[in-house]
C-alpha cells in the first residue's frame, strides 16, 4: 500500500522533554511537510522540506526542529522550547512537479502533555 | 500573501437536501485550490482540487466546487446531503510564491447533516 506512515498515533511528553514524532512515505514524493492542528485554528505549517538535506520554517517553527537525511522520511522534534505542545500532528507529502498536485496526509499523532 | 477563508465556522443541513460550503481565496498569479475531509482522530482526505480548466470541478464521493473568479470563491457542493458527510472540511490553496511549495489551508467548517 502506497501512503504515508505517522507513528506513534498517541505520545504523552512529561514537561521538560524532547519527543520526535515519526514521519514516513512511500509515495517517492519530494516535499514533505509537518502541520500542527489546534481546535478552531485550522493547519498551521510548522517546517517543509522540498528536497533532500534541506528543509525551510513555516509559520510556528520556533520550538520544534526537522531534519531530512531520506527522501523517504521527515520527522519533527517537540523540544522543551516548545511551551504548548500539546496539539494534533499531521505530516504531509507531495509532488513538486505535474498537474498531481494534491498533498497527501498521514493519520496523525496527537501529542499530549503530563 | 496566499490565503484562503472560510467564513462559516459550522453549517447544518438536513439529510437528502443540498450543501454549500463556503471558501473565499487571495492569490496573486493562478490559484490551485483544494478541497480535504477530516473524520475525528485522522488525517485529511482529498476530495478534488481546482487547477485549470472547468469551473465546475467533480470530486469524491459526490462532491464538486464551482470556481468563480470574479468572486474569488471556491464553494464546495453536494446535491444531496448524506448523515455520514457529517465532518470537518478545509478548503487550501496551494502557495509557489517564494520558489517552494507549500499549503496554506483555511481554519475548518464543521459540517452537520441532519436525519
Known amino acids: 500500500d502506497g501512503g504515508i506512515t505517522q507513528s506513534p498515533k498517541y505520545l504523552f511528553r512529561k514537561e521538560g522533554q524532547n519527543v520526535t514524532l515519526s514521519c514516513e512515505q512511500n509515495?517517492?514524493?519530494?516535499?514533505m511537510y509537518w502541520y500542527r492542528q489546534d481546535p478552531g485554528q485550522g493547519l498551521r505549517l510548522i517546517y517543509y522540506?522540498?528536497?533532500?538535506?534541506?528543509?525551510q520554517k513555516g509559520d510556528i517553527a520556533e520550538g520544534y526542529s526537522v531534519s531530512r537525511e531520506k527522501k523517504e522520511s521527515f520527522p519533527l522534534t517537540v523540544t522543551s522550547a516548545q511551551k504548548n505542545p500539546t496539539a494534533f500532528y499531521l505530516c504531509?507529502?507531495?509532488?513538486?512537479?505535474?498537474?498531481?498536485?494534491?498533498?497527501?496526509f498521514g493519520q496523525g499523532t496527537r501529542l499530549t502533555v503530563v | 500573501a496566499q490565503s484562503v477563508a472560510q467564513p462559516e465556522d459550522q453549517v447544518n443541513v438536513a439529510e437528502g437536501n443540498p450543501l454549500t460550503v463556503k471558501c473565499t481565496y487571495s492569490?496573486?498569479?493562478?490559484?490551485?485550490l483544494f478541497w480535504y475531509v477530516q473524520y475525528p482522530n485522522r488525517g485529511l482526505q482529498f476530495l478534488l482540487k481546482?487547477?485549470?480548466?472547468?469551473?465546475l470541478v467533480k470530486g469524491s464521493y459526490g462532491f464538486e466546487a464551482e470556481f468563480n473568479k470574479s468572486q474569488t470563491s471556491f464553494h464546495l457542493k453536494k446535491p444531496s446531503a448524506l448523515v455520514s458527510d457529517s465532518a470537518l472540511y478545509f478548503c487550501?490553496?496551494?502557495?509557489?510564491?517564494?520558489?517552494?511549495?507549500?499549503?496554506?489551508f483555511g481554519t475548518g467548517t464543521r459540517l452537520k447533516v441532519l436525519a
Open positions: 509515495l517517492n514524493h519530494d516535499a
Open positions: 492569490v496573486s498569479g493562478n490559484p490551485y
Open positions: 487550501a490553496v496551494r502557495d509557489d510564491t517564494s520558489g517552494t511549495y507549500k499549503y496554506i
Open positions: 522540506s522540498q528536497i533532500v538535506n534541506d528543509f
Open positions: 504531509a507529502s507531495s509532488p513538486v512537479t505535474g498537474l498531481n498536485t494534491e498533498a497527501f
Open positions: 481546482y487547477i485549470t480548466g472547468d469551473n
